[in-house]
Each structure stands twice: as structure tokens, then as C-alpha cells.
């Protein structure tokens, strides 16, 4: 077996090379962007799958875990200084005063709904095009969750319909930067401001997202973060909430960890949603190459926008008008079944397979999802609320928009876009090559 040393410094010359194989193309060619000739169309083997392994890591993150794992402090409680290191790297990258690390995304919203004092016969807005963490992060409350309808181009809640959802019973406006682009956060905030009411951004996919050139996270009270593992920085499963509000920082603090400690009045609620040394360690190395492959997730996602806009059918999704960077934890497109000859979208995928290409159908209707349809029938919502509230609050879920979203939209992962130029080109060829061969 090799020696320690010997295999971090066989970890180290792999990272080098990686690291210059997974950037070196950002600024590679840049003429007009061109469909190229399918290698299956004249016979041969499709190209290379167009993905990248993920998590990508190196002597940093194997540096870090040793040195904590050696150092016999695994937690913040006991001397810990990894966790008050990142919380105020992130804090200082993501431009907020306060971060509170903690041990999932799911827990960083959970701490933030419990700071706030949500509870039962409160009313919670989000967006019906997202992942079930933000409906459950509400619910383990007993709050109502109220969807609000996608906007079908943005793939984000549409933030003309957030002031019509409002009632006196409204006490947290949580919108979704789904896919790591930003929701309509003019809107949504002129909302928040306008009737006094919390806005929390669930950012959990948009870290380095910003809006107006402005980190999100920070336009309302708090921001939300996941570093679960398909997350554009990780540490296997880890969170955040930023927010430059003191009070509402030690809040937080208090409600993730047993007892609290932190200036404050206590709401007498609380929890233990800490995260551990070995995770903060982990998103400190994570951190070294954070912006730089968000640049390179940038460039990909352009030429790629490029490449598919002159596809018949197939619709990028496009960022709202004051987003000014997006973190593309997905590339998420619509595609019109018309132009693939009817062709079903669970086709699509096999065809896009052979050529080399995984995708995603991405989220099913979540307000109409089984899970959601449970609440209408849950015994302590009926108690809470009534039996034939909850019924018709069920029925009442009602996202025409979305729903034709869920049925047309795909996705591929933040790992394609740390590809080179040539994969955004075989990823647009593919599906050109499959429209041509059917029409």
C-alpha cells in the first residue's frame, strides 16, 4: 500500500490535472457556435458521455478532514474553529454580516422558520416548483404552505401573483431560486415591504446567484443555503442562513443549538441543526475553486443558451430581468413535443442516452403530489384548522402554469457545465440530431 505521503501527493498531481482539464476551456474558442455533425449519424459511436464526476476534490479536502479528525475537536461546542472559519468566509463571500452554519439546507430553513416563531394558523407563500424540503421546512411548523404559481419562462414563482396569495394570516414570503436563478425578487420584496411581512429566501441551489448585483440571501431578512452532494459547493449534506440582521442572526444561533448562548430573547423553541467540524473543513477547501467553477458554469451555460436557441422547440429558461448571475446549479429547458414529432419527453431521454447524454424530467407537481394531498388529511391540521379547511385548501391548490412546466421542462446538472465547449456542443447536437431523425 502506498504511504500516506505518497498518496497525497499522487491526490495532489490528479487535482492539478484536473483542475487545468475542468478550466482550461473557458477560454477556449470563440467563434460563432455551430451545430456539429452527429458521429451516430455516419455510422459511428456517439461521443463521450457529457458529464463530469462530482464531487470533485483534492489534497485540500483530504488535508482538512486529517487535520480535524488528528486534532480530536469534531464539533464547534468543544473549541471548534473550522465552523466560525467558514461561517465567515461564506458570510464575507456572499456580502452578509452573520452566518450560522448549519447541518443541511432543510435545517437552515427549519432554523429560520423557528427564529421567526412560525407556527400554527400562520401562512406561509412559496412556489409550487420546488423541492419537497421547503413544503416539509413549513409544515414541521404546522404552518399552511400557499402555492403560488411558476412563471413558465423563468422556471421560478411568478412574482406578479404573490400579492393576490396574501392574507392577514400571511407571515413569511419564501420564495425558491430554483435551478440557482433568482425569482423575481423586485416583486417579491416590493410585496414583503409593503405589507410587513418577512421575506426568506430559500437559496439552497444559489449560492454566488445574484440579483441586481447583489448576492441572494441578503435582499430579504435572511438567506438560506444546502451543501448537500449534488450542491455547486459540498460537504456531503451541510447548510447556511446569512442575513445581516443581528438580532435575527442570534435567533438563529440560538434556535440550532441546544440552550442557545447568544444575546437575545429566546421564542423557548429550539433544536440541534449544528454542523460538524469535518463538514466545515470539507466546504473550507470546497471554497478555494468555488468561483472558479462558477465562472466556468457561466460560460457553458451561455454558449449552450447559444447553441440551443436555434433549435425549433427548445426553450432555455430564461432570467428574470434583474438577475445578473446565475449560479446554474441546473440548466434547465423547455422543449415543445410538437417539434420531436410527439415525441414523449421519457422517449427524448433514451435517445438523448444513446447519444451519449443523461437529463432530467426534473419536479413533478408538488401541490398536487401525494405528500401534499396527506396534509389535507393530517389529524392535527384538521384539529388545527378543520376538516373541511384543509379540504378545500387542498383543492385550492390549483397551478395551471406549473403544471404544464412539470410536463415540459428538462434539466441537466451543474456537473455538465463544468464540461468543456465541445460537450455543450454535443449536448446541442444531440438533441438536433433526434430532431432531425424524427421529423
Not at 404559481?149 to 394570516?169: L, P
Request: aromatic letters at 8%; one cysteine or more; a neutral charge.
Amino acid at each position: 500500500m502506498p504511504s500516506p505521503i505518497d498518496r497525497r501527493q499522487m491526490l495532489t498531481t490528479a487535482a492539478v490535472a484536473g483542475v487545468a482539464s475542468c478550466f482550461g476551456s473557458v477560454s477556449a474558442r470563440e467563434e460563432s457556435p455551430t451545430l456539429l455533425p452527429s458521429s451516430s449519424l455516419d455510422g459511428g459511436k456517439p461521443a463521450a458521455k457529457a458529464d463530469v464526476e462530482w464531487p470533485f476534490w483534492d489534497a485540500h479536502e483530504e488535508s482538512g478532514l486529517l487535520d480535524v479528525l488528528n486534532s480530536g475537536t469534531w464539533g464547534r461546542t468543544n473549541g471548534g474553529r473550522r465552523v466560525p472559519e467558514f461561517e465567515a468566509a461564506f458570510a464575507s463571500r456572499m456580502k452578509a454580516r452573520y452566518c450560522v452554519a448549519t447541518s443541511s439546507g432543510t435545517t437552515a430553513l427549519l432554523t429560520t422558520i423557528g427564529a421567526l416563531g412560525i407556527g400554527p394558523g400562520d401562512e406561509v407563500i412559496m412556489p409550487p416548483y420546488t423541492f419537497v424540503a421547503t413544503f416539509n421546512a413549513i409544515t414541521n411548523s404546522y404552518a399552511l404552505p400557499v402555492f403560488v404559481d411558476s412563471d413558465a419562462e423563468t422556471f421560478q414563482i411568478d412574482g406578479k401573483k404573490v400579492e393576490s396569495a396574501v392574507t392577514a394570516n400571511t407571515k413569511l414570503l419564501l420564495p425558491v431560486h430554483i435551478g440557482g436563478s433568482v425569482c423575481d425578487l423586485d416583486a417579491i420584496h416590493s410585496v414583503a415591504k409593503a405589507r410587513k411581512i418577512p421575506l426568506i429566501e430559500d437559496a439552497c441551489q444559489a449560492p454566488l446567484a445574484e440579483w441586481r448585483g447583489q448576492p441572494v440571501g441578503t435582499i430579504g431578512l435572511a438567506g438560506c443555503f444546502s451543501f448537500q452532494a449534488s450542491k455547486n459547493i459540498t460537504c456531503g449534506e451541510g447548510g447556511a442562513v446569512i442575513t445581516n440582521d443581528e438580532q435575527f442572526a442570534n435567533l438563529c444561533y440560538n434556535f440550532h443549538t441546544p440552550g442557545g448562548g447568544k444575546p437575545g430573547a429566546s421564542l423557548g423553541r429550539g433544536s440541534n441543526f449544528r454542523i460538524t467540524e469535518f463538514q466545515a473543513a470539507l466546504l473550507l477547501a470546497q471554497m478555494l475553486r468555488f468561483e472558479e467553477q462558477a465562472k466556468l458554469r457561466d460560460a457553458n451555460a451561455a454558449y449552450l443558451t447559444e447553441l440551443l436557441q436555434n433549435i425549433p422547440g427548445v426553450s432555455p429558461a430564461k432570467l428574470a430581468s434583474g438577475s445578473t448571475r446565475s449560479a446554474w446549479h441546473l440548466y434547465m429547458f423547455r422543449y415543445d413535443p410538437k417539434q420531436f414529432a410527439n415525441m414523449p419527453r421519457a422517449t427524448l431521454f433514451k435517445e438523448l442516452s444513446k447519444e451519449g447524454v443523461s437529463a432530467s424530467s426534473g419536479y413533478s407537481r408538488l401541490n398536487r403530489s401525494a405528500h401534499v394531498e396527506a396534509l389535507s388529511t393530517n389529524p392535527h391540521y384538521q384539529r388545527i384548522y378543520g376538516k373541511d379547511f384543509m379540504s378545500r385548501w387542498f383543492e385550492a391548490n390549483q397551478c395551471p402554469v406549473n403544471d404544464r412546466l412539470c410536463e415540459e421542462a428538462i434539466w441537466f446538472s451543474q456537473t455538465k457545465l463544468l464540461g468543456t465547449r465541445a460537450s455543450m456542443e454535443q449536448i446541442a447536437n444531440a438533441i438536433a440530431t433526434i430532431q432531425k431523425r424524427v421529423a
